[in-house]
């Protein structure tokens, strides 16, 4: 199969219930695609726009088996055939078309730097999609029988779902409040022991080490199992992906509310991100 010439490369959206976002378009926040449980490597980046989820147009003809996709420079649309279905996505209307007749879409098109972006979710299902929204790893879940994805659009990553969530979840205990270099940077501690000779090797045994006391207070007072906010899990996977606040730290505290001055006595300070000191 391959795919038509398209002026524009046109994106596809997710209409999902995911934590409040920025008004604006947020390609900071990293989203995972995944079609019959397989990793799919997109051309561009998904991002979040008003609650709403966009993805790369090229998954929909080649993951999950469109016949063709064209754009009309002239028309602004975009055209989406599969099985007899023609679906057209006109560029900046909330409304598409299936067949010819007009079915209103859940946040409409956008233009965003040259490029056109529409709702998936309805796509998707007008494809024969089964699509969900896995929050704790914030990943679009995409379900299409007798679909394999093609070898050259299967990616890899170094982290698992588990790490994700046993990341967001330290994230969001101690760090609700702060600002997304703040929440950042408490990941990059647990990673950087994780990495440490020091402490256990696995995000879930660092957090729950003992050898010394207990490292983290939310494994005393429970909060650690407490369900994250998205941005925690936003922070755990820009952590997870490499991104970096804090160095070399391996310690953080506020020293407002800390029942221990251990750290600052033994650990050079690093830096401070509003509420939380940092020390290598």
Request: charged share 20%; with cysteine.
């Amino acid at each position: 199969m391959k795919l038509k010439s398209i002026i524009f490369s046109l994106l596809l959206a997710l209409s999902l219930p995911v934590a409040p976002v920025s008004a604006e378009v947020n390609f900071d926040t990293p989203i995972t695609m995944t079609v019959n449980q397989t990793l799919i490597k997109t051309d561009s980046e998904p991002f979040l726009y008003r609650g709403t989820t966009y993805v790369p147009i090229r998954f929909v003809s080649e993951a999950l088996g469109a016949e063709s996709v064209s754009w009309d420079d002239k028309k602004a649309e975009a055209t989406i055939v599969q099985e007899g279905k023609t679906i057209i996505l006109p560029k900046n209307k909330s409304i598409a078309y299936v067949n010819g007749k007009a079915v209103n879409i859940n946040g409409g098109s956008k233009l965003v730097n040259d490029r056109v972006y529409v709702p998936v979710r309805f796509v998707a299902e007008e494809l024969s999609c089964v699509v969900d929204w896995i929050f704790d790893t914030y990943t679009v879940d995409i379900k299409k029988g007798g679909v394999t994805v093609p070898q050259e659009l299967i990616a890899t990553r170094s982290y698992t779902d588990d790490e994700i969530y046993w990341l967001s979840k330290i994230i969001h205990a101690e760090s609700r409040g702060e600002p997304m270099d703040g929440k950042i940077a408490v990941g990059n501690v647990v990673l950087n022991r994780v990495k440490s000779r020091e402490y256990p090797d696995t995000i879930y045994g660092v957090i729950f080490d003992r050898a010394n006391g207990v490292q983290f207070s939310p494994i005393l007072d429970g909060s650690i199992y407490q369900r994250p906010y998205g941005d925690s899990v936003i922070a755990a996977k820009r952590a997870l992906a490499g991104e970096e606040k804090v160095g070399n730290c391996l310690f953080f505290l506020n020293p407002k509310t800390a029942q221990s001055n251990w750290i600052i006595k033994n650990r050079p300070y690093y830096t401070t991100i509003q509420n939380h000191d940092f020390y290598l």
